[in-house]
């Protein structure tokens, strides 16, 4: 008779740099560090702790008495894996790792094994195998190969498996380059996909925001479609599309719902989902949902500010604010807040639980994707026949004139086809 194995007793640790630059508190970065290990299936979380670190030590990180401290701890608690919240280079890892006899994960290391726990496309297997990959490719100095895997993953956690940790650095290039292949016909089939909506004259609105905002939340509930939401951290990882009919005869829209952001993303894991994170590029309208209720909310909607700007996403796109989770508000911080976002017209307060202010939401949406048409005359090379026919496509041509240095079309469009238009 099988029986479940037991979970693996984790220790999270809030490194806490002084001075900070830091956008959080450390006490809510820990408990975000927490949150993140509690995402992670087969961890039970024993306890934490911020850890003061004035000088840190480029061979272990923190200083000698404190490694024998919380060597201590580690042993006392019983702890398998200790969680570092912060970045370790390949050395500290090893050698805390040979001083505490537990196998250790940075936040990337943590993060990387939440989304391929999460990953269910084809697409989102391939990415997070390869941010991985990269990953691995400079932890290379790691040999901790005594302990026994305890479960799937990508290996971290478990200890040796499928994916070698100690793998010389040629093969590891050589399962890149092969992933690499898969994901670009992947990419080119999401390509198409892109381009067939582009012939579609619908608007494009994606809903982008921090992790455990509420997106999946509000999407459902606009869509009726079953996404998973919980209050977890990268509950959803991969991308849904749904069209739309916006109420009340607004017009007929695709609603994108993308991964939630995160403080200190792993660069591997931006790099990797960039053509997932692509559909927010070509996006008419961003909704940023933001989680109102959290205290850090201020810190977090800056760190989804920056990585769209990383993305490149243009400072023109129209964008809205969602103030969600004004359910979990007292009655008084409710009204404060609606009141203040009355003062502006880009922000809608809501509950994507109870439904408060979607109505009014999905109006303002109707209202900015609603586009109005001139007319307008173009100048087109005689090489330049693939624009000339994505014209035709959308129906927009009114007229065609031939001359010596190639077409003048009269065209009858819109801001959203002009804008496709120039990013041809």
């Given amino acids: 008779m099988s029986r479940e194995p037991s979970p693996t007793r984790a220790w999270v640790l809030h490194p806490d740099l002084m001075p900070s630059d830091a956008r959080r508190a450390p006490a809510y970065a820990l408990q975000e560090a927490v949150a993140l290990a509690s995402a992670l299936p087969g961890l039970e979380v024993a306890g934490s702790d911020i ?86 490719r400079t932890r290379l100095v790691r040999a901790w190969t005594h302990l026994e895997r305890q479960r799937g993953g990508l290996g971290f956690v478990g200890g040796p498996g499928e994916t070698q940790i100690e793998a010389d650095r040629r093969a590891i290039d050589e399962q890149l380059v092969r992933l690499r292949r898969q994901l670009d016909k992947v990419v080119r089939t999401r390509d198409l996909h892109r381009a067939a909506r582009a012939r579609v004259p619908f608007p494009i609105v994606a809903l982008v925001g921090y992790t455990n905002a509420g997106k999946s939340t509000l999407f459902n509930h606009v869509t009726g479609a079953e996404v998973l939401a919980k209050d977890m951290l990268f509950a959803t990882l991969d991308p849904t599309m749904r069209a739309i009919e916006l109420p009340r005869g607004g017009p007929k829209v695709i609603l994108s719902d993308t991964v939630g952001f995160i403080s200190a993303l792993p660069t591997q894991l931006v790099a990797a989902f960039r053509a997932t994170l692509e559909e927010v590029l070509s996006a008419d309208l961003i909704v940023h949902v933001r989680d109102i209720a959290d205290p850090e909310t201020e810190a977090q909607a800056e760190d989804v500010n920056e990585i769209l700007t990383s993305l490149g996403v243009q400072q023109d796109t129209p964008q809205i604010e969602v103030w969600n989770k004004a359910d979990l508000l007292s009655e008084e911080a409710a009204a404060a807040l609606r009141a203040q976002a009355d003062r502006r017209e880009d922000v809608h307060v809501t509950s994507a639980v109870t439904g408060e202010g979607i109505a009014p939401l999905l109006d303002d949406i109707a209202a ?34 031939q001359d010596e240095d190639g077409v003048r079309l009269d065209v009858r469009w819109s801001d959203r086809q002009q804008k496709r238009f120039r990013d041809l």
């Fill in 368 to 401: 900015r994707v609603s586009e109005s048409v001139q007319d307008q005359t173009l100048h087109l090379p005689h090489s330049d026949g693939r624009r000339r026919a994505w014209l035709f496509e959308q129906g927009v041509v009114q007229a065609e004139h």
């Fill in 51 to 136: 850890v003061r670190l004035p000088n840190p030590r480029p061979a272990t990180l923190f200083g000698p008495g404190k490694v024998d401290e919380l060597g201590a701890l580690i042993e006392a608690q019983e702890v398998e894996l200790v969680l570092v919240d912060g970045p370790l280079t390949p050395v500290q890892q090893r050698n805390l790792e040979r001083a505490w006899k537990v196998k250790i994960l940075d936040r990337t290391g943590l993060i990387l094994e939440i989304f391929s726990d999460r990953a269910r496309t084809r697409e989102g297997v391939l990415q997070v195998e390869m941010a991985a990959l990269s990953y691995q």
